[in-house]
Every structure is written in structure tokens, then in C-alpha cells.
């Protein structure tokens, strides 16, 4: 099954500062590319657990006495673990978004490129789809959708008018929601706007904010003294909650002070935002709006 190449391969598995010994975690297996570079840094008593929902992803499994494929959401990592014994880690890399694997395959309906039924499920097993999302969805709840996640200034009239279209016959395919939206896709800027209304269907459809928020606050019990988080982001709403979690140990707010004015979080950042390089992105297009952010448990 043809995965394209890891994004920031060397920055983020560099990142975990791997020991031979050292037990890992890649919550975002896809291709199977990160992984392989872990394992090449490990020893032969170093352990990896990789997490992925996808279905297609367990193709790519490798056969290695040290490596363990979870078919589970990351939500769930500290349960899983568990179940394996595994109570601390000394490094967890994600690769959040979505595999190019699942934009590539037309049916799994991830792309504006592709005409497909409105599905973008990352779990095939999940209930609810796109279709769900865009045909059942009350108008407030489309709104929010378009809004919070979209980040779309015209989504009031778009939650309007796909409840008005919808009335007549349901909305299947790809190209019938590009049609209902048309007005709102200028010539120039039709890719772009059509990329912010797929992003916003798509995290709702799979919770992944919800999901990355469940995960996020169980990494600093998981990880072991001097552990590493290796975290790449692809749009501002993940990047964000990463930045605020690693700083503040919150995602919304400031932490509680002593009376020196003084707060304890349990991540500290290392270096500054790592961003690809022009070649990478020219190699590998779906590089251009990743953002690298490591952290270190204090």
C-alpha cells in the first residue's frame, strides 16, 4: 500500500533523543515511516508501541520482535499501554492530520480533488461520516462546525444554505457540496476555501481536537523523567493546543501561581518551532504547513 514519505523525518525522531534501551510510542503510525526510523536508533532490548485507527494502516505493519501495532485511536494510549504493562515511556512522536495514503485513495473521500460519497472517516468503524455531518447536522451545528474548525467567515450562510439544499434531496457526493457552495468559492480562491470546509467536516467527523486534547493530558504521566514528546502539526487549532498545553500544561488560561508569582508545568519546551525546509517541501508538498514543537518532561 503506497504511503508517501514522513514529514520532518529526521527533526522529529533526532527530537525524542533516543536511547538504545528506551521504550517509544509513534500514536500516529500511517506508513510506517517514523517508526522505522525509531527502530533503526534502537537497541536490541528497546521497545516501540505504535497507535493507528486506520484500518489500511495495518498493511504496513513491521515485523520486528521489539515493535507492537495498537489499532486504536491515540485517545486511548494510556489504557493501551497498560494493557501491554507499559506505565512509562521515555519518548511519544505523533503525526497529526491526515496520512497522504488517506488523501490519495479517492473513496475515502479526504480530498478536494476527487469526486467521492462525503465520508472522511479516519475509523472505518465510526458511525458517524460526512454525510452524517452535512445532511443531519441542525444549522447552529453546522455553523459552529464551519466556524470553530473552518475558521470560515461566511459560515452562517453556508450552514443556511446547505440546510435549504438538503431539503430537497440529500447531499452524497463531493461534488454535490461543491455545487451547493458554490458562491462561496471565488475562481481564485477555490481550492483554499474548499480545503478550510473539508478541514472543519473532518474534525468534527473524527473528533480530533477533542481526541488531541484527550491524548494530550495523559503524555505527562506517561512519560519518564527527561522523556520527549516529538509533536508535528499541520494547522493553526492542533498547533495551538500543543503550544498552550507544553507551555501552561492547560489548554485554556494560566496556571495557578505561588506567592512568588511562580507556576510549575510538567513539559518544558526544547528549542524553538521547527519548520521544513524549502527543499523538503519541494520534495514533499504536503510538508509545507507542518510545524515540529518538542517538549521534555521536568
Known amino acids: 500500500m503506497e504511503y508517501h514519505n514522513p514529514v520532518l523525518l529526521k527533526e522529529s ?7 538504545e534501551d528506551g521504550v517509544y510510542v509513534d500514536v500516529t503510525f500511517g506508513g510506517g515511516g517514523h517508526s522505522k526510523e525509531i527502530l533503526k536508533h534502537l537497541g536490541a532490548n528497546g521497545k516501540l508501541f505504535a497507535f493507528d485507527q486506520d484500518q489500511d494502516a495495518l498493511a504496513n505493519s513491521i515485523d520486528d520482535s521489539r515493535f507492537t501495532l495498537i489499532h486504536e485511536n491515540f485517545r486511548f494510549v494510556k489504557r493501551f499501554l497498560r494493557f501491554y504493562g507499559v506505565k512509562q515511556v521515555d519518548g511519544i512522536l505523533a503525526d497529526f492530520g491526515v496520512s497522504s495514503h488517506q488523501f490519495d485513495v479517492a473513496e475515502r473521500g479526504f480530498s478536494t480533488r476527487f469526486e467521492a460519497d462525503l465520508d472522511m472517516r479516519m475509523n472505518q468503524k465510526s458511525r458517524l461520516s460526512a454525510y452524517h455531518v452535512v445532511n443531519d447536522y441542525e444549522e447552529e451545528q453546522l455553523k459552529m462546525v464551519f466556524l470553530q474548525y473552518g475558521e470560515l467567515r461566511a459560515a452562517p450562510a453556508m450552514a443556511k444554505l446547505i440546510v435549504e439544499s438538503r431539503k430537497e434531496t440529500p447531499i452524497k457526493t463531493s461534488n454535490q457540496l461543491k455545487k451547493v457552495l458554490s458562491k462561496f468559492l471565488p ?12 478541514q472543519a467536516i473532518r474534525i468534527e467527523v473524527n473528533q480530533e481536537l477533542e481526541a488531541l486534547k484527550e491524548f494530550l493530558v495523559q503524555t505527562p504521566e506517561l512519560l519518564s523523567v527527561g522523556g520527549r514528546l516529538s509533536f508535528i502539526s499541520y494547522h493553526s487549532l492542533e498547533d495551538r493546543l500543543v503550544k498552550r498545553f507544553v507551555r501552561n500544561g492547560l489548554f485554556e488560561g494560566e496556571p495557578e501561581r505561588d506567592m512568588f508569582g511562580n507556576f510549575e508545568v510538567p513539559l518544558k519546551k526544547v528549542n524553538g518551532l521547527i519548520v521544513p525546509t524549502k527543499e523538503e517541501i519541494r520534495l514533499n508538498n504536503r510538508a509545507r504547513s507542518a510545524k515540529l514543537r518538542l517538549a521534555e518532561k521536568v
Open 13 to 19: 525522531v533526532d527530537g525524542l533523543n533516543i536511547k
Open 187 to 198: 475562481p481564485r480562491h477555490e481550492n483554499k476555501v474548499l480545503a478550510q470546509i473539508y
